[in-house]
C-alpha cells in the first residue's frame, strides 16, 4: 500500500500541535463563550443498509451543540483508506472525524495522521470499553480512536433450504462439502458462496488450520507455515468440487444477492450484512435467516476480530467540537440505537444490559462469538498484510499457483514489507 513522504507526516503532525489545518470546509470558532461552533466533516464507511441510520445519528449531534454544523459524508470502505491517506498526506479535503477500521488505526496514526486522544473529550468512561475492542484504538502507548462497533464473521443460512436437504448446520469444512451434493440435488442451490475476491474472508481457513499471518511477539511471518498451504489448499478443494461457487470481484454485492435468492444456502458475512440480507425475498419470514459459527478446519474454529472505530485527524481545524462527536458518536445512547436499528454489536459492556439490546437476536450469537474471535496483529502494517493473501487467492482459485506456491509468496511479500520478521 502506497504511503505519503515523511516531509508530509511530519507536516501534519506539526498541524496537530497548532491546529491551523481545516479538516472541514469552515472549521469556525472552536469556542465562542464556551460553546461549541463551527463544522465537523465526518467520513462515514457504513454500507448501503447502514448509512441512513448512521447519517441520522451524527445529525443527532447537531440538536445538542445547535452551533455545530456537521457534514456527514459516506465514502465506499473499498476507497476509504486511499482517499484519506492522499487527504491527510497532502493535507487538503481530510474529514476532521472518520470512521476508521480497526487495522487502519495503527497505520494512520504511524504515519501522523490521527491525533492522540488521552486525556480529550473524546474517550468518556474508558472502563466501559470491551477490552477487546480498544485493543485496536493503541498505538505505541497513546490511544488514536475511540471504539465504536465490534464484531466478527458468522456463517449464515437458509434453515429452509437446509431442511429440504436434510442437512445439518456444518460445524467443519468437511461437512459443509459432504453436505453440498444433498443440497444441489435437494434445491438446487450451491451450498457456499466463498469470498474470493477479499483476503479478509482468507481468515477463518487459516485459523481453522491453526495458523496465522504473523507472529507479531515472536516478529514471525507464519503464513507460509504448514496450515497457511492448508488454508490455501482448502479454498480451491471447495470451488473445485463445487460445493462453493466464488467471484474475483464484487464479491460484496454478488454474495449478498446469491444469499437473498436463494442461490446459495450458506454464506461466511458479518453483522454488517444482516440487514441487507433480510431485505431478500428468501427472508421475508425473518426466521428463516440463521447464523451459526463458522465451520472449522482441521484444527480449529475461528474467525478474525474486526469492528470500527471514531478517529480524528490530526490537521482538524475543529478538534474541540470533533472530540465532543467522537464521544456522543462512542456514547452508549448512540450504540444502543445503532445497536436497535441494524443489530451491530457495542463496544461498551453497558449496552450489552440494555433490555432492547440483550434481547437481540444477532446479538445473542454475535457476542459470544466476537468474544471467541482471534485478535489480528495491530502493528502499522497490518492492514498491508491482506493484499498479498488477496493477489495469491485469485491466482489459486483461477488455478495460476498452487496451495504451496501462494503459501510461500505470500510468505516472501510478507518478509519484504515486515524487514525484521523472520
Known amino acids: 500500500m502506497r504511503r505519503r513522504g515523511i516531509a508530509a507526516t511530519a507536516l501534519v503532525a506539526g498541524l496537530a500541535l497548532?491546529?491551523?489545518?481545516?479538516?472541514?470546509?469552515?472549521?469556525?470558532?472552536?469556542?465562542?463563550?464556551?460553546?461549541?461552533?463551527?463544522?465537523?466533516?465526518?467520513?462515514?464507511?457504513?454500507?448501503?443498509?447502514?448509512?441512513?441510520?448512521?447519517?441520522?445519528?451524527?445529525?443527532?449531534?447537531?440538536?445538542?451543540?445547535p452551533k455545530v454544523d456537521v457534514k456527514y459524508v459516506?465514502?465506499?470502505?473499498?476507497?476509504a483508506n486511499a482517499k484519506f491517506k492522499n487527504a491527510a498526506g497532502g493535507n487538503?479535503?481530510?474529514?476532521?472525524?472518520?470512521?476508521?477500521?480497526v487495522a487502519w488505526v495503527a497505520d494512520f496514526a504511524n504515519l501522523?495522521?490521527?491525533?492522540?486522544?488521552?486525556?480529550?473529550p473524546a474517550l468518556d468512561k474508558n472502563e466501559d470499553f470491551v477490552e477487546q475492542a480498544a485493543g485496536s484504538t493503541r498505538f505505541k502507548g497513546k490511544t488514536y480512536a475511540a471504539p465504536q462497533v465490534m464484531d466478527t464473521l458468522g456463517l449464515f443460512y437458509n434453515k429452509k433450504l437446509l431442511k429440504e436437504?436434510?442437512?445439518?448446520?456444518?460445524?467443519?469444512?468437511?461437512?459443509?462439502?459432504?453436505?453440498?451434493?444433498?443440497?444441489?440435488?435437494?434445491?438446487?442451490a450451491t451450498a457456499l458462496y466463498l469470498r474470493?475476491?477479499?483476503?479478509?474472508?482468507?481468515?477463518?481457513?487459516?485459523?481453522?488450520?491453526?495458523g496465522d499471518m504473523v507472529d507479531a511477539k515472536t516478529r514471525k511471518v507464519a503464513i507460509d507455515d504448514p496450515a497457511g498451504v492448508k488454508a490455501f489448499a482448502t479454498i480451491k478443494d471447495l470451488v473445485d468440487s463445487k460445493a462453493a461457487v466464488t467471484d474475483a470481484t464484487d464479491g460484496q454485492e454478488n454474495q449478498l444477492k446469491a444469499l437473498k435468492d436463494g442461490d446459495v444456502a450458506m454464506a461466511i458475512d458479518g453483522p454488517w450484512d444482516i440487514e441487507g440480507a433480510l431485505a431478500g425475498k428468501e427472508f421475508k419470514d425473518k426466521a428463516n435467516l440463521?447464523?451459526?459459527p463458522v465451520p472449522g478446519g482441521s484444527k480449529a474454529q475461528g474467525s478474525p476480530q474486526g469492528g470500527w472505530n471514531l478517529s480524528v485527524y490530526a490537521g482538524s481545524g475543529n478538534l474541540d467540537a470533533s472530540y465532543e462527536f467522537v464521544k456522543y458518536m462512542s456514547s452508549a445512547k448512540v450504540q444502543q440505537q445503532?445497536?436497535?436499528?441494524?443489530?451491530?454489536?457495542?463496544?461498551?459492556?453497558?449496552?450489552?444490559?440494555?433490555?432492547?439490546?440483550?434481547s437481540n437476536e444477532m446479538v445473542k450469537f454475535f457476542r459470544p462469538a466476537v468474544e471467541k474471535a482471534v485478535e489480528r496483529p495491530w502493528i502499522a502494517e497490518g492492514n498491508s498484510l491482506f493484499e498479498p493473501i488477496k493477489v495469491q487467492m485469485n491466482k489459486v482459485l483461477t488455478g495460476s499457483a498452487t496451495p504451496d506456491q501462494a503459501a510461500k509468496a505470500t510468505g516472501d511479500a510478507y518478509r519484504k514489507l515486515l524487514k525484521d520478521y523472520k
Open 92 to 101: 487538503s479535503g481530510a474529514p476532521d472525524v472518520m470512521r476508521t477500521e
Open 196 to 210: 474470493g475476491d477479499d483476503p479478509y474472508w482468507f481468515l477463518p481457513y487459516l485459523y481453522g488450520e491453526g
Open 165 to 188: 436437504a436434510g442437512v445439518e448446520v456444518p460445524k467443519t469444512f468437511d461437512d459443509l462439502k459432504a453436505a453440498a451434493k444433498k443440497i444441489k440435488s435437494k434445491t438446487g
Open 338 to 358: 445503532t445497536t436497535e436499528k441494524l443489530s451491530l454489536l457495542p463496544t461498551r459492556t453497558s449496552v450489552y444490559d440494555v433490555p432492547s439490546v440483550k
Open 18 to 65: 497548532t491546529a491551523t489545518a481545516c479538516g472541514g470546509d469552515d472549521g469556525g470558532d472552536q469556542q465562542s463563550g464556551g460553546e461549541l461552533s463551527g463544522t465537523v466533516t465526518f467520513w462515514d464507511t457504513s454500507n448501503d443498509a447502514e448509512k441512513a441510520t448512521y447519517k441520522q445519528l451524527a445529525e443527532g449531534f447537531e440538536k445538542e451543540h
Open 290 to 292: 440463521g447464523v451459526a
Open 112 to 120: 501522523g495522521y490521527l491525533a492522540p486522544l488521552d486525556n480529550t
Open 74 to 79: 459516506n465514502v465506499p470502505f473499498g476507497e
